[in-house]
């Protein structure tokens, strides 16, 4: 009889674990819940945005893998560059740059601010580029890293470690957060704003190889920490965003459905 009852309890137990288990899973790939679907991508990019910068890191510090392709990519682009291509690359180069991405959060965030009373939009995007640039200059003392030679180098010689690369971090970190702003305000077509995005973090990576100054294995280092970062900050907004509307939910008095008798 004892054998019984333990054996009921037990499937009693592993089906209250199993139903648990379902549950927290349906919570996490909710597209309703802040803390939902959205809230997963963004800590699962991040982590793994997290350990392919560690793995590029290594590789670059141990001299092996992706380090010992750099040199042979870059020999080959610095023999087929074009006059009016490198033109364009060096402007291009500028929307990856804080010379450009200050002015234009300063510039955006502003008219937010001005157009709708929200300061959210301007934090956002400030702690998007300020974050990058404390972490990959972290990372630049950890690891100092030679850029490519002048032989190589299109323009003025660059100062400072090659890795990663600062342009690539900030354009990864900045543009992502401006996708995730202009999609959060679409109801249709969300996806254009991410592949915006990706365009502008694609031509910057490029444009810095093809200019020389900086590796290959620097720019996708690059794309991968500021990745990270706005992973980090991503998961902090929905977050806060989403205890937020929790909370506002909760101090709404919900509505009598009876009405008063007539006085």
């Not at 309703?32 to 800590?43: E, I, Q, S, W, Y």
């Not at 009373?117 to 990058?132: E, N, T, V, Y």
Request: contains cysteine; proline residues 5%.
């Amino acid at each position: 009889m004892w054998l019984e009852r333990i054996e009921t309890a037990g499937e009693g137990n592993t089906a209250s674990v199993t139903a648990s288990g379902v549950s927290w899973l349906g919570r996490r790939l909710d597209r309703t819940d802040p803390h939902g679907l959205r809230l997963t991508v963004a800590v699962v990019g991040t982590v793994l945005a997290a350990l392919a910068f560690a793995e590029i890191a290594r590789e670059v510090a141990a001299r092996e893998g992706m380090a010992r392709v750099d040199r042979h990519l870059e020999s080959f682009v610095v023999a087929h560059r074009v006059g009016w291509v490198t033109s364009v690359a060096q402007v291009a180069a500028w929307v990856g740059s804080s010379f450009f991405l200050i002015p234009m959060i300063a510039i955006v965030g502003g008219y937010i601010r001005l157009k709708h009373h929200d300061w959210k939009p301007l934090i956002k995007l400030a702690a998007a580029l300020g974050g990058a640039i404390a972490l990959y200059n972290a990372f630049k003392l950890l690891i100092d890293r030679a850029r490519p030679p002048a032989s190589m180098r299109v323009g003025s010689p660059m100062p400072g470690s090659s890795f990663p690369s600062g342009h690539t971090t900030e354009a990864t970190a900045v543009w992502g957060m401006v996708a995730i702003l202009v999609a959060g305000a679409m109801t249709r077509r969300r996806w254009l704003p991410a592949l915006g995005a990706l365009l502008v973090i694609l031509i910057v990576g490029v444009v810095r190889i093809y200019l020389g100054t900086h590796w290959l294995s620097d720019v996708l280092a690059g794309c991968a920490l500021g990745g990270a970062w706005l992973g980090v900050a991503a998961a902090v907004m929905l977050g806060v965003g989403g205890r937020s509307a929790t909370h506002e939910h909760d101090s709404v008095p919900a509505r009598s459905t009876s009405r008063d008798p007539p006085g």
